[in-house]
């Protein structure tokens, strides 16, 4: 998506080779005006599918979620990091790796948001080496929901998450592909 | 706000005395549609007040956010908790305790998002000790922007956070305002 790709050269910042800082419009400020035409772009691609469900993960695919899910009209259900005091035993959980932060979390989703019937788009910020995106589609699995396909902001194309996934039959789409990026040679956009 | 009262009553529920589950529509599953009635609410609390950023909190914050943003045609920028390891030092910062997961978070925004010339209104799910939206108003004043007030979807009233807050001198609106809470007694709000 071109527009994606403009914003990402203007506004993206790369720091130590691999890390992709997009906070100006995406994962602190969020440009909502601009990710509305994301999700605008996510109900195009998925406009046939009678999607009835969007699954996304704290914290920031939230908001590309919601916006998307006007399109859509439908509720967006996000999966939850670590278990807090107050939520029920009665969930699918799978194991999460974030590169980012160092550490595993288990994801958990309410048993009771999430079933039989439920038609569900993964939506979400960005895709690398596939984890968070595995542990949804795991979840999705678990709950007897029918997978539709996933979302995708950015994908680091360079890592293997999105190849893996697609080759496991998931239908993947990402808005902006990333075939390599460098401080010094800024993006190249898969065509 | 009758509409959100109504929804409270049939899908709230209440654990342990004191802690209020909002995860049909809200807080883990979010009802889209419902919740954007929410945020053309605070657009027309707000309307003449020169709104030009939103300012919340991850991670149930966001869903509203950006869907009461829409209204005010303006970005969201989201407080993060901790700080990650791609996140920058330049940042605003404050300690927000959090009653529901027994811990003190400290939250970030980038000094990049947030200044002079903006004009913030703080939107956020809960309000009942005060503690996040206290550190929200914090920042906004280490920022130098200037803050219109805040916005809530739901306030327990019973508790002291919402008092104080007026008192200092914040517009505080809330749209469901709880003045008891009970298992057996169900809720009761105020007029």
């Known amino acids: ?15 130590g080779g691999d890390v992709l800082k997009v906070d100006g ?8 005006r601009f990710v509305a035409r994301l999700g605008e772009e996510f109900a195009r691609l998925y406009k ?12 920031s695919g939230i908001g590309v979620a919601c916006l998307t899910a006007q399109f859509f009209d439908c509720p ?7 278990k807090t005091s107050n939520m029920s035993d009665d969930v699918y959980s799978a194991e999460v790796a974030s590169y980012t932060h160092s550490n595993v979390n288990k994801v958990t989703v309410s048993r009771e948001y999430l079933g039989k ?10 895709l690398a080496r596939g984890c968070a995106l595995t ?3 795991d979840i999705v699995r678990q ?11 950015i994908e680091k194309a360079y890592q293997d ?4 996934i697609r080759e496991s039959g998931v239908r993947v789409e990402s808005l902006a592909r990333i075939s390599s990026m460098s401080e010094e040679d800024g993006f190249v956009f898969c065509d």
Request: aromatic share 4%; net charge positive; with cysteine.
């Open 76 to 82: 967006v259900v996000f999966a939850k990091k670590s």
């Open 143 to 153: 709950s007897g929901a029918e997978l539709v396909g996933a979302g995708i902001v």
């Open 48 to 59: 046939d599918c009678g999607v009835n469900k969007i699954l996304t993960i704290e914290s």
């Open 117 to 126: 019937g439920d038609r569900v788009l993964i939506i979400d910020d960005f």
């Open 161 to 164: 998450g999105g190849k893996k």
């Open 135 to 137: 542990g949804l589609i």
């Open 25 to 32: 419009f995406l994962n602190h400020m969020i440009d909502v």
């Open 1 to 15: 998506m071109r527009l994606l790709e403009d914003r990402i050269r203007k506004d993206g910042k790369i720091k």
